[in-house]
Nanobody, 125 residues
């Protein structure tokens, strides 16, 4: 059983930065493609960013390009969020998918097998 746990959320003023972290335990971390999603109150969950097993392939939601950066090391995946805006306020969740193809990334939530509980990010204006 793979457990996914996020950390790093909080309250920040517009223009500020936060870094989210996510660990997926229970299997070799390098076997998993990873993604970040978010859900704001009253809205559907949306894709934010994804990264391949190798870390060389990434993909972003258009509205976060140039502000957010997804990365990974041997144990965790990170989401560095800069120049945050009030519309970035949401619960951010990390997801993992065992991937046979090392450069595969996934943008659909239904593609992922394992999810964390989420961490709240609130951006004040």
């Amino acid at each position: 059983q793979v457990q996914v746990v996020e950390s790093g959320g909080g309250l920040v003023q517009a223009g500020g930065s936060l870094r989210l972290s996510c660990v997926a335990s229970g299997r070799p971390f390098s076997n998993y493609a990873m993604g970040w999603f978010r859900q704001a109150p009253g809205k559907e969950r949306e894709f934010v960013a994804a990264i391949s097993r190798s870390g060389r392939t990434t993909y972003y939601l258009d509205s976060v390009k140039g502000r957010f950066t997804i990365s990974r090391d041997n144990a965790k995946v990170y989401l560095q969020m800069n120049n945050l805006k009030p519309e970035d306020t949401a619960v951010y969740s990390c997801a993992a998918k065992r991937a046979a193809v090392i450069e595969r990334i996934m943008v659909q939530a239904s593609s992922y097998d394992y999810w964390g509980q989420g961490t709240q990010v609130t951006v004040s204006s």
